[in-house]
């Protein structure tokens, strides 16, 4: 079960955490702490990586988690999945789930489980029968008339389409937009889809999604003392300069 593949698939998600919480009631909180320590996090890093998947929450509802004083949503569910790297769900947190000792391992062992994993599964031999449930891959809108690299056309809100989002998708993107013109090069070229996290703040160095006095833009982000610039990765067009009274609005963050 792609656990990745599930954002769109709410109901579906809901219905199968809700099996979870009646199979596993009492064990969840200790599962999921099990599982936070396999991978080193600490509870304060697991609230940030779901925060930036668009998911707020707090080391202490975490905590609150572990302890069984609480239960997750089923989104919060969903993401701590995604951090945890739980592709079945049912076989993870459902009552046959049993003990694993890959806990007891450093990240080079857990990496040769992992290998040799993948090796049983594309040799057909070990598929497991049985009820499977199948999830559509999610889909996430692309704009049509997304942030020019070159020229700034603007990014009409109403104009998109739907598409597929594969596993080669970042879990926390929120839209794609397809690239036009060539001022990104070489990271970005012309038709190629950007895919977005939705987000009103950056960091110096990011690559952004921008409205700057009704032009889109896909550019870096570079705050100075002097004043924010829009950069170009192709050094062939000059930096944009964000000057004071500059009507600007930052839609998200390019992940890849």
Not at 54 to 59: A, D, H, L, Q, S
Not at 82 to 97: C, N, P, Q, R, S
Not at 117 to 124: M, P
Not at 194 to 210: H, M, N, Y
């Amino acid at each position: 079960m792609e656990i990745y593949s599930c954002f769109q698939c709410f109901p579906v998600v809901q219905s199968i955490y809700r099996e979870v919480q009646s199979n596993m009631y009492e064990h969840l909180g200790t599962a999921l702490a099990a599982l936070r320590k396999r991978w080193q996090l600490s509870q304060a890093e697991v609230a940030g990586k779901l925060t930036r998947m668009g998911i707020p929450v707090t080391n202490r509802a975490v905590s609150h988690w572990e302890q069984e004083r609480t239960q997750p949503s089923a989104m919060q569910f969903l993401g701590l999945c995604a951090i945890y790297h739980v592709k079945d769900v049912l076989a993870t947190f459902g009552e046959d789930a049993s003990p694993s000792f890959a806990g007891e391992l450093n990240r080079e062992g857990r990496e040769k489980v992992e290998e040799f994993a993948r090796i049983l599964s594309a040799s057909g031999l070990f598929a497991q029968k049985g009820n499977v449930v199948a999830f559509e891959p999610r889909s996430l809108p692309v704009y049509d008339l997304p942030a020019s690299a070159g020229t700034g056309v603007f990014l009409d809100g109403d104009s998109y389409e739907v598409l597929p989002a594969g596993p080669q998708v970042p879990v926390d993107a929120n839209f794609g937009v397809r690239v036009s013109g060539d001022s990104m090069e070489p990271d970005f070229r012309d038709g190629q889809i950007a895919w977005v996290r939705r987000q009103p703040t950056l960091e110096s160095g990011d690559i952004g999604i921008f409205l700057l006095n009704g032009q889109a833009y896909i550019k870096q982000w570079r705050p100075s003392e002097k004043g924010v610039r829009l950069i170009s990765l192709n050094r062939a067009y000059a930096p944009i300069p964000v000057l004071e009274g500059d009507d600007l609005r930052t839609f998200g963050r390019v992940l890849s």
